[in-house]
């Protein structure tokens, strides 16, 4: 009996309407493409899809214990009206933790604005076809790909259909044949599209996952299934087993004949190799004999490519399984498959956050990810790459990929993308770790300094003993030993940024003694110059040299200046942890937490928010944001039991104090018509606890 999921004539009317605006990739041609896997299965409670729940991201809404992703998205991108709420904790910038729907347009128009801008070519829209006999799920599969095909013309891309077979149990032939001919042929009339991707003439249709020994199908079934769709003039590209050609390890026996009659071959590597040597193992072993194999048979090949593999969120892998390597992994297989004279390739996945193989935007760091939660970012090799990194990255190997130069073995896409060109919290696992631990900047001797205890070098290195968020900073400490010159410098991270106009640094201070006080972060420049040097002055004016005392004794103080205003045009070579001083003998100890480069003028939020969250439900704060014309900010205890004689303490940006307030009632009404403009912080204490909650003010 036929399954019907079929959508009102109207509703199909509306999502299959084509409309060319642009077409800048020729969809005649799909061997000498690079192609994404676009999944565009993530949906959420009140997105408006058929389905009207949590899919992909969790089974209802997400939070620390309902949860089937490892990278986490960041969304600073997406129209608000797109993103939905969830049950974890702010992220460490502040900012709520919110994800986004697949389904709405405007987010498929910004996912394929996004393949234009990087200048990736199209994808292949995934057709999960286990889920036919679920008529909403269906319905809004419909829905993805007419969008997909819309976004496409409009933004100049290719895509075609990838039907996926994992999950179906029986009758794969009649669901795969009844679903092309009567949703994706009759009623969404998909490769009348302009943006359809066409090879030697014929629209393309990917089957994935024949041959496999996880899947269901027999060779014959398999094989009936590819015929039937060359018969009506399509061209078939099948995504197949790794080791399709021995009929072993991922792949039945028995499907050669299979795979010669598809047009394209290819095989599928996610998890197959996890460092960039086992990659150049797969080209030797595997890769130059698929590719020699499908010349002497006349098959086009499309090897797939992935930049790093995790699943520990959902199916129990160890975390960060397969390392990005910090775009190496990427690169090294984008390197073979070209020097091997391969024309194309396929890259797994452009949207898949649940198994970390995802290209889109994504957490950069700490600050990107709910606080207190494990979640996969950019930096987890402990080096830093903005978000959209792994995007610029895939253009490059499009480019590498449209070139007739001879491969390079190093990639040139940068680590930073304003707003953001460095941030670490130094936490473990999710932050650019430091390059050098207790290692002498080589332009500054060690000079009349020891170590804390009066004998060894002064140390510099990783704490978890003190941190402004999370658990780690830098801690720097030892023994002043003249009355004259005393210096301590450390070399921390190697980088290489450049300085603009509006390139800002900050970092949060916790000096320990009066001697930590004279401890400040300088920056070494490509031509040895130096921040110290250059009369660089922070918000506050005070002089950025070490010699110039900052910060209040065991207290966190965020020192923020506008560099550009000295030295816009340099090169940050290195980022160092100095002590400098003169005039006495002293200890000296302060901890570094939080150090960013980054252009304010674009960046959503400049520090983080957080400095306790004991109990971050304890306190109503309203309105937020405050508004000039907002007639005072309420401020309500919804805990008062938990929460005894509670002190209210306001601070600005700059860490300057506004006001002290006693909470004696539960909701009390603040005056804010003599405050200016901005962020500032409020810190709730009673007893041990304490909770800071961030306020802007517009």
């Known amino acids: 009996m036929k399954l019907s999921y079929r959508l009102p004539a109207l509703f199909i009317l509306l999502i299959c309407s084509f409309t060319s605006t642009s077409q800048s990739i020729d969809a005649s041609r799909i061997d000498n493409k690079v192609i994404c896997g676009y999944q565009g299965w993530f949906n959420c409670a009140g997105d408006g899809s058929p389905l009207n729940t949590w899919v992909h991201w969790a089974t209802s809404q997400p939070g620390p214990s309902s949860l089937s992703f490892e990278l986490f998205p960041d969304v600073s991108q997406y129209d608000s009206q797109d993103l939905y709420a969830t049950n974890f904790p702010q992220l460490g910038n502040g900012a709520d933790a919110k994800l986004f729907s697949s389904y709405p347009e405007r987010v498929i128009q910004l996912h394929f604005n996004w393949m234009e801008t990087y200048g990736i070519d199209g994808v292949a829209v995934q057709r ?58 009759t009623d969404l009339k998909i490769t009348d599209s302009p943006a359809y991707a066409h090879q030697d003439g014929k629209p393309v249709v990917a089957i994935w996952g024949l041959g496999f020994t996880h ?56 998890g197959r190799f996890g460092h960039p040597d086992e990659a150049d193992h797969y080209r030797q072993e595997t890769l130059a004999g698929d590719y020699t194999y499908c010349q002497e048979n006349g098959l086009h090949y499309q090897p797939v490519l992935f930049p790093g593999f995790a699943w520990s969120k959902w199916n129990g892998g160890p975390r960060n399984e397969i390392p990005r390597a910090g775009g190496d992994l990427f690169w090294r297989q984008a390197y073979n498959i070209r020097s091997e004279g391969i024309p194309g390739a396929y890259i797994a996945m452009f949207d898949e ?86 290692t002498n900047e080589e332009t500054t001797a060690l000079t009349n300094t020891s170590g804390p205890a009066g004998t060894g070098n002064p140390r510099c290195e990783l704490s978890d003993s003190e941190a402004f968020q999370g658990e780690k900073s830098m801690h720097i400490q030892g023994l002043d030993r003249s009355s004259s010159v005393s210096l301590s410098y450390f070399k921390v991270f190697d980088v290489d940024i450049p300085i603009g106009p509006d390139t800002y640094l900050s970092y949060l201070i ?51 200046s506008k560099i550009g205003d000295w030295l816009a045009g340099k090169t940050i070579d290195r980022i160092v942890i100095a002590y400098d001083y003169g005039p006495e003998e002293r200890p000296y100890s302060a901890f ?107």
Do not use: C
């Open 215 to 270: 899947t269901h199908g027999t060779a014959e079934e398999s094989l009936a299934l590819v015929n039937w769709f060359k018969e009506r003039g399509y061209f078939v590209i099948g995504g197949i087993p790794t080791y399709w050609r021995s009929g072993d390890r991922d792949a039945k026996p028995g499907f050669q004949e299979v795979f010669r009659a598809m047009d394209m071959l290819s095989p599928w590597t996610v």
């Open 510 to 560: 916790n000096p320990q003694n009066e001697g930590g006080r004279n401890v400040a972060v300088d920056l070494i420049m490509t031509d040895e110059s130096n921040l110290r040097d250059s009369d660089a002055v922070d918000s506050n004016g005070n002089d950025l040299h070490p010699g110039a005392p900052r910060g209040t004794i065991q207290e966190w103080t965020l020192i923020e």
């Open 592 to 698: 570094i937490d939080n150090i960013k480069i980054q252009n304010l003028s674009e960046a959503e939020d400049m520090v983080s928010p957080v400095l306790e969250r004991e109990d971050d439900g304890a306190f109503l704060i309203y309105p937020n944001p405050l508004q000039g014309r907002d007639r005072g900010l309420l401020i309500e205890s919804k805990k008062p039991g938990a929460w005894p004689r509670t002190s209210l303490k306001i601070t600005n940006y700059e860490g300057r104090e506004i006001a002290q307030y006693k909470l004696t009632e539960a909701r009390i009404r603040l005056d804010t018509s003599g405050w200016s403009k901005g962020i500032y912080f409020l810190t709730f204490t009673s007893g041990d606890k304490r909770t800071t909650r961030k306020l802007v003010f517009h």
């Open 128 to 185: 999960f076809i286990s889920h036919v006999p679920e008529p909403q799920i269906m319905a809004t599969r419909d829905s993805i790909a007419a969008r997909a095909a819309r976004a496409a013309e409009d933004h100049g891309r290719i895509f075609y259909t990838m039907y996926d077979i994992s999950g179906i149990r029986d009758e794969l032939f009649r669901t795969i044949t009844e679903d092309w001919q009567t949703r994706m042929e």
């Open 353 to 438: 956050y649940d198994e970390a193989t995802a290209i889109m935007p994504a957490a950069d760091s700490y600050f990107g990810i709910p606080e207190g939660e494990y979640f996969l970012t950019l930096a987890a090799d402990g080096r830093y790459r903005s978000a959209d990194f792994y995007l610029r990255l895939a253009g490059e190997i499009t480019d590498l990929f449209g070139s007739d130069d001879p491969p390079s073995a190093d990639f040139s896409t940068a680590s930073y993308q304003a707003p953001y060109f460095f941030r670490t919290s130094f936490e473990a696992e999710v932050d650019a770790q430091p390059d050098w631990i207790n």
